[in-house]
């Protein structure tokens, strides 16, 4: 199987062609049509042109009603009478090139307008991608700042770091892809009054000295919880640790040799976790990186006149809210509102950053709102950076509650994929023993291997696919499912593709692009989904929703298996001619592959090699 998945992809011809996104977008080509219509019927109007349900067309205008409320307001000298009548306004000034593409204009009631692709210009289209394949650039290469991961030091990572790796690491992938320069930050919390009664109830425990390597991140949590204590109740451990935040701030040695050892057992625990689910060049730069600049900055905003007193602390009160960002404590100290405000600034002014985006749960968003908005009264976005808040929900236990093991405490990363890993491996024997297959210990070594990436990649994907935005319920038995929208599921496509190529026997490559055919219509689905992958990922770009590009790449597959089903691939000569739209099918999943580069689909390919 894996030498047939490889034949095929070297079958692909050489240097594929190199187009933008909007270059490449199919919706975009509808929108510059209905664009010029628009220009002769209205004016300046912003064109709205939206995938259609599938029932009426491919793609809809929906200008018309808003054109038709706008002209009625302002004494209807167009003598429109209805939003239909400027539907058909809009139609009839189509330009005469929109007819090479569409076999279909209609206009509903409403003022809808449908387009039908005409079946000659998707075949051409179709062909052009066959012959010679496509690479997307954005249409504009920018340096791209992302903050994600950024879990903190002493402490476990939790879901809510998986979900802001999972989906920064996506993001960032893709992006790369598309050509921009992308700049991969984790910005751990390492500093901060924490450490202060961290370093004093160590030191008091003797648990500064001995092996570095023997501490562990679930001795530190450990630490950390009667640290806690110690500093609530008792006053003299209070003051030592307020003086050892002092000393640590102030570069003390010890204070720093402990806090260097403390960050490094947290650092293994991480890249264990990262290992497994394959981040790459993420760069660590964390708060403690900004601690040298947050006098200058605050200063900086106090010259600007964005400084208020109060409380004897310093505030930057915003637009987006009551409550003002702290960026200097009544004591003198800096926080977390500080240190974002110097992370901002050094990203747009040193970093050099067109876009910085930000992913981080739902929780800290009007935070990151009242940086944003500072950003902009201090203006450093006036040489046109652009922030971006990437949110994203919660992650529940299967009762809807937040998610926790059966003792009650925070779910471990690494317990979580382990527990992933299993259930794929307990499945993967049970399908071996039925296929009769004896387990050398070559094949028990590869199974193992595979658990581990089809497990890793249902984690993946499962979260990938959540609308960011959304809380979602963890479920193994879900995430796992080979029936489901799951990263199984879009591994049996992806087999089923290969096996049929390998059944069909021929050398693809000799088939002209006039042997293809678009006549069925479960064939005329494929083409077209094919087509849209770039208007998906122009999206994504903008609207940093990565479950799209999955939603497509599912909708893929089961376009797939409709066609697979509904027309016979391999039989008669003529039937061959569909085993086109198969290649370029299995092209596409390594597309999409892109994106989620080595998360699913290249995981799952290895997996079944
Ligand atoms: N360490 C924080 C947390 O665990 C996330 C940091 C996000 N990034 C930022 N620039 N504030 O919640």
């Known amino acids: 199987l894996a030498g047939s998945v490889r034949a095929v992809a070297s079958a692909v011809e050489a240097g594929p062609a190199v187009k933008t996104l909007s270059e490449a977008s199919l919706q975009a080509q509808v929108e510059g049509f209905f664009a010029r219509a628009l220009a002769d019927v209205a004016g300046e109007a912003k064109v709205m042109v939206a995938p259609a349900d599938p029932r009426f067309g491919d793609y809809q205008c929906n200008n018309a009603m808003g054109l038709f409320k706008q002209s009625k307001k302002e004494g209807g000298k167009e003598g429109w009478k209805s939003p239909r009548d400027v539907g058909e306004a809009i139609k009839d000034a189509l330009p005469a090139e929109a007819s090479e593409l569409f076999e279909e204009v209609n206009v509903a009631p409403q003022g809808f307008i449908t387009v039908k692709l005409s079946p000659q210009w998707l075949h051409k289209q179709v062909a052009e991608l066959f012959d010679h394949g496509l690479q997307l650039r954005s249409s504009m290469s920018q340096r791209i700042v992302i903050d994600y991961s950024s879990p903190n030091i002493a402490k476990e990572m939790h879901v809510g770091h998986l979900r802001s790796t999972i989906l920064g690491d ?58 806690k204590e110690a500093f609530d109740e008792d006053d003299e451990f209070r003051k030592k640790a307020q003086t050892n935040v002092v000393e640590l701030q102030s570069g003390a040695d010890w204070a720093r040799a402990a806090w260097n050892r403390i960050c490094e057992a947290s650092r ?276 940093l929703f990565p479950s799209r590009l999955v939603d497509h790449m599912y909708g893929l597959a089961t376009d797939f298996s409709s066609f697979y089903t509904e027309c016979p691939v391999v039989g008669s000569e003529q039937q061959k001619s569909r085993l086109r739209p198969l290649r370029l099918l299995l092209r596409e999943l390594r597309l999409r592959d892109l994106a989620l580069r080595d998360s699913s689909v290249q995981l799952l390919v290895n997996a079944i090699s």
């Open 170 to 227: 996506t993001m960032a992938n893709l992006f790369e892809d598309l050509g921009h320069e992308v700049v991969r930050l984790n910005h751990v919390g390492d500093w901060g009054t924490q450490f202060g009664m961290l370093l004093e109830y160590m030191r008091r425990e003797e648990a500064l000295d001995g092996e570095a390597s023997s501490m562990v991140v679930s001795d530190l949590q450990k630490f950390y919880r009667s640290a």
């Open 268 to 543: 293994k625990e991480f890249d264990t976790v990262y290992g497994r689910l394959q981040i790459r060049g993420l760069q660590e730069r964390g708060e403690s990186f900004y601690n040298k600049m947050l006098p200058g900055v605050v200063e900086e905003l106090q010259e600007k006149g964005l400084v208020t007193e109060s409380d004897g602390a310093l505030c930057v009160f915003t637009k987006v809210s009551e409550t003002p960002l702290i960026v200097q404590k009544a004591d003198g100290g800096f926080g977390y509102d500080s240190t974002d405000c110097a992370a901002v600034q050094h990203r747009i002014n040193e970093e050099n950053a067109n876009r910085v985006i930000y992913v981080i749960d739902n929780g800290q968003e009007l935070h990151m709102r009242m940086v944003f908005s500072a950003a902009e009264q201090a203006g450093w976005l006036s040489g046109g950076a652009r922030l971006d808040f990437m949110g994203f929900g919660l992650v529940q236990g299967q009762d809807g509650k937040k998610f926790k093991t059966r003792s009650g405490e925070v779910v471990r990363l690494r317990d979580l994929l382990d527990e992933a890993a299993d259930r794929s491996e307990v499945e993967l024997r049970k399908r071996a023993e039925n296929a009769n297959i004896v387990l050398d210990e070559d094949k028990e070594r590869k199974l193992k291997q595979n658990a581990e990436s089809i497990g890793v990649a249902a984690v993946k994907y499962f979260d990938l696919r959540q609308n960011r935005n959304s809380d979602y319920r963890f479920s193994y038995d879900s995430m796992l499912d080979p029936k489901g929208n799951t990263a199984v599921y879009v591994l049996y496509a992806y087999a089923r593709i290969a096996g049929v190529l390998r059944r069909a026997d021929f050398e693809i490559g000799t088939l002209s692009t006039t042997d293809l055919e678009l006549t069925e219509a479960p064939e005329r689905a494929l083409a077209l989904r094919l087509l849209r992958l770039p208007e998906v990922i122009a999206q994504v770009e903008d609207d």
